[in-house]
T-cell receptor, first 117, second 111 residues
């Protein structure tokens, strides 16, 4: 089955520093990947759609300069949280679909728990 | 637009059945279901594409009423391992295949 690998699983960083999170599709190519943020006991909030070879599409209210997304290859998307602050602490999850055209469900990475101190 | 899930929470004893509903105000291309354990990422359970479709695995099944833009997830003879938060995800008809998730239903199965 489709496997999505996400690293790191957790990270603790100091306020003001940047953190990079990687999302890799291991056994399929993903022209589109999605990045979500999830607060405790809440649903998945779509932050942005990452498109291979082009700019990411950000959801309303998500700061594109703060959450930098790069989708340089068909198997790798990265999310960089720049100048992180405590309010950025959250669970970040990526997902991808083998087809990119819907209808087959989505595979999630294992998630990254970010704690900014 | 986010699909609406109900109920918000279910507490069961092992062996009991549960139904979780998911409805949308928009015409749907697909409905998919996921289960998330605490501290982990959601895991894909199944997807339904056609109106009237029903499918299942082991004792978990789902149906898709395309006309009503609703789907239901059925958990039969619940096991302790079924505990978790269940999310439905939807893709709109004629849309760009961007999945939207409901707020989730917390299911707790007690021995």
């Amino acid at each position: 089955g489709a496997v999505v690998s996400q690293h790191p699983s957790w990270v603790i960083c100091k306020s003001g520093t940047s953190v990079k999170i990687e999302c890799r599709s291991l056994d399929f190519q993903a022209t589109t990947m999605f990045w979500y943020r999830q607060f405790p006991k809440q649903s998945l909030m779509l932050m942005a759609t990452s498109n291979e070879g082009s700019k990411a599409t950000y959801e309303q209210g998500v700061e594109k300069d703060k959450f930098l997304i790069n989708h340089a290859s068909l198997t790798l998307s990265t999310l960089t949280v720049t100048s992180a602050h405590p309010e950025d602490s959250s669970f970040y999850i990526c997902s991808a679909s083998p087809t990119g055209t819907g209808g087959v469900g989505y595979t999630f990475g294992s998630g990254t728990r970010l704690t900014v101190v | 637009q986010q699909p609406v899930q109900s109920p918000q929470a279910v507490i069961l004893r092992e062996g009991e059945d549960a139904v979780i509903n998911c409805s949308s105000s928009k015409a749907l291309y697909s409905v998919h279901w996921y289960r998330q354990k605490h501290g982990e990422a959601p895991v894909f359970l199944m997807i339904l594409l056609k109106g009237g479709e029903q499918k299942g695995h082991d004792k978990i099944s789902a149906s898709f009423n395309e006309k009503k833009q609703q789907s239901s997830l059925y958990l039969t003879a619940s096991q302790l391992s079924y505990s978790g938060t269940y999310f439905c995800g939807t893709e709109k008809s004629g849309g760009s295949y961007i999945p939207t998730f409901g707020r989730g239903t917390s299911l707790i199965v007690h021995p």
